[in-house]
């Protein structure tokens, strides 16, 4: 400290800077303590493992320490500067002492412009989100065959706990890190599940047919020559050689998404729904598509279009349409753009399956759905778009007040994009908090200290996000920027749910903004429902709860270490006669105490009878139901056995003659 009093004393430009940390309050000592603490720090973190230096809290890490450093040596600097003076005017030397107050004043000018970078080091994260509905307040229009169903399936065995993901050589992306016949299973699952189907091909005869007679095409399956294009989340580990293999730098086992998830519904489109290999086309228009994903899927089925934003091996690269494929609402007053030209593979697709990975963000609180649409259009970078999020970079303010401008809200009712989406599908295999960052654990139940190992599937764009949103709310919480990789609260946002209250009702549209993306002079209507679910530990909503037509979250939990999770042969359905004339029965078994709901619905998936609900002991259940009063036909029962820890969701089908 002597050498610091000295030198405070004897060097004006250093006296400045320690006048601006006095006046900005950070003292002499504070200064010190932080500074050594970061750099530390900073050392400790990155150099085992470089690729750390990209996570944000070193990047916050990185000014202070480089500050300190810079500080240190200027000190240094200026005393062995200040002796040196001392013998040159001794001797009467001063072109030298000329030169020498110049260094030194060059050094006090660095201390000061690096501590001043002290002040734009935070993360900016506001307050904690506050839901201005309350739990269970749905808004909006459900959509899907089986109106605002969302279905979850989880099961750890899909991922590797030992996985060490942003280690080069043990990507979280590799084949042994995840388990392809598992992921199959959880795929086909969510699409059962999702419209009560009993096997994968029925799933999607439901799905096309349900789509095709919402688009004025009629009650029809797929037809042969339709294109579909995937739409993959693939810009956060986008470096690769020339050839197409992903490099080891600071990006390797950022979160994208994950190649399994994909070769599962590549299997699913082709084999189940029989589309033809050349009619799919699959990639992410703002980059190249890495060897580790092409040399997977072009194994199994080589004829899909591979699709690069520049040539390589076996791949196609993206073309650009010259059409105006869609217009902003707010007319250029909060993004100063217009409208957006497409990719043509995206213009000109038939059907697109929006497939996105579990992820935060630094800029959008989110990412999920909405998001990854700002990789389908032909600019090839989305910075445009930014003034349309919660912020548009670090340095700027959260636009984090209800009813302002969403960009979000466009691309999800665009007829190009949310408008030809024929299934969303969330690859919650490795989430995270931010979105240029690796997997991370997660905390809470039914994870508990493994990665989120999850699968989510909707027909409704508004609900799916919502419940993407809870789980991500209700599993970051604390920020730790300490903590590998670093826990970021982003989607505790004010206001993060914003979009979906605007995508979901008209009455949350700000003031002077008509959503009308495709420019037909009339404005969009719900493009789906939005609540958030009654708390963090049973997660039910509206319809799972009976209280409202808002969002049914379908859980389907398989965690032996934690959850008892019972097969669907201890938890079954059955209906007796069947065909019914005049009545029948629905027998029910299962192996613990539960709530159990049972309904009825048609073909269209509109809910008819709300045949049983509440508490059964385990065992064996005989459930009379009088269909006198039915229509003649097919009908769709559902049970649901909701235990404690999870879900069960049963289904078949009922003739009434």
Known sequence: MKVFDKFKKKSPATSQSIGFMSRTGIGKIVFFVVGLSSLIWFLIRVIPKPSRAAYPCMRAAMPVASSFVIYIVSIVASVLAFRKMKLHIAKKQFLPVVLISAFVMVFGLLTVLHTSSLATAGSGVSGFFVDPLGANAPIGQAKGLIPGRVVWVHNPEATNPDCDPDTYGDGYFLSKNCSQD??????????????????????????????????????????????????????????????????????????????????????????????????????????????????????????????????????????????????????????????????????????????????????????????????????????????????????????????SYRVFVDLMASDKLGGKTLLYLMDGLWGTSEEHLPPAKFQSAPFNNHWSSSVFASLDPVAIESVCLDLLQKEFKTEDVNADPPRYTFVQWNAVDDYLHQAASSEWWPEGIVYDPDNTGSPIQSLGVHEHWNNDESMQYSRNLGTGNGIELVKLLNNASSIAYFPASESSLRIYPNPSFGSTNFLLKFSQPCFLTVELYSVSGQKTNSVFSGMLPAGEHTIPFNTGELKPGIYHCRSITAFSDGEIVNSSKLMVE
């Open 182 to 403: 598992v992921v199959n299973q959880m795929v086909s699952s969510a699409l059962l599940s999702l419209v009560d189907a009993a096997s994968d091909e029925e799933a999607w005869d439901l799905i096309f047919k349900h789509f095709n007679s919402g688009h004025n095409k009629g009650n029809i399956a797929y037809t042969g020559g339709e294109k579909i294009f995937i739409k993959v989340n693939s810009v956060h580990a986008w470096s690769t050689d020339a050839n197409g293999n992903i490099k080891n730098d600071k990006d390797y086992g950022n979160v994208d998404t994950s190649p399994q998830v994909v070769l599962a519904v590549l299997r699913q489109l082709i084999e189940k729904a029989k589309v033809p290999q050349e009619m799919i086309y699959i990639g992410d228009p703002f980059t190249r598509m890495f060897n580790h994903c092409y040399n997977l899927w072009s194994a199994a089925f080589p004829d899909v279009h591979y699709l690069s934003n520049s040539a390589l091996p076996g791949r196609d690269t993206f073309t650009k349409t010259t059409t105006e494929s869609i217009r902003y609402s707010d007319k250029g007053e909060q993004l100063g753009e217009l409208s957006d030209k497409m990719v043509d593979e995206v213009f000109n697709a038939d059907y697109l399956i929006n497939l996105p990975a579990l992820k935060a963000h630094r800029w959008a609180g989110v990412t999920f759905f909405a998001k990854n649409h700002f990789g389908s259009h032909a600019r090839g970078s989305s910075s445009h778009l930014h003034s349309g999020l919660h912020r548009v970079d670090y340095d700027t303010p959260l636009r984090d007040e209800y009813k």
